[in-house]
């Protein structure tokens, strides 16, 4: 899934990425859901409490800086552009909920440099 997220950032047409995907949640759950222009595996449920880690990795002047969560169970990794609808919302309720505390946030949004920052650390 990662690989097929960084090959559709290089060529997606020019189509914003919140045109084509959405992110939604609420005290229980993520949702993530294509809108437009994406295969149906991109829809995605996680749950809040089936969080292992979150990293972010800056994307640069000229890409969508990305928000990986880690799961539990099954032992993967979600994808999320922060351009998608509803991303920046997201990636402030994980600060909210301590699952990328301030100090981890503050240094991945200083970093240009296409960084990958995550919480916990390993």
Known sequence: MIERLAKWLRSRGGKPANQMLAVEFDDAEIRVRVLEGLEPDWNQTIAWS?????????????????????????DRVVAVPTEARGGHELFGALCE??????????????????????????
């Open 50 to 74: 089936n969080i292992r880690r979150v990293c972010w990795q800056d994307g640069g002047m000229l890409s969508s800086d990305l928000i990986y969560i880690s799961l539990i169970e099954p």
């Open 97 to 122: 909920r301590n699952l990328f505390p301030e100090h981890v946030w503050r240094r991945a949004l200083a970093d240009t440099s296409g960084g990958m920052h995550c919480w916990p650390e390993q």
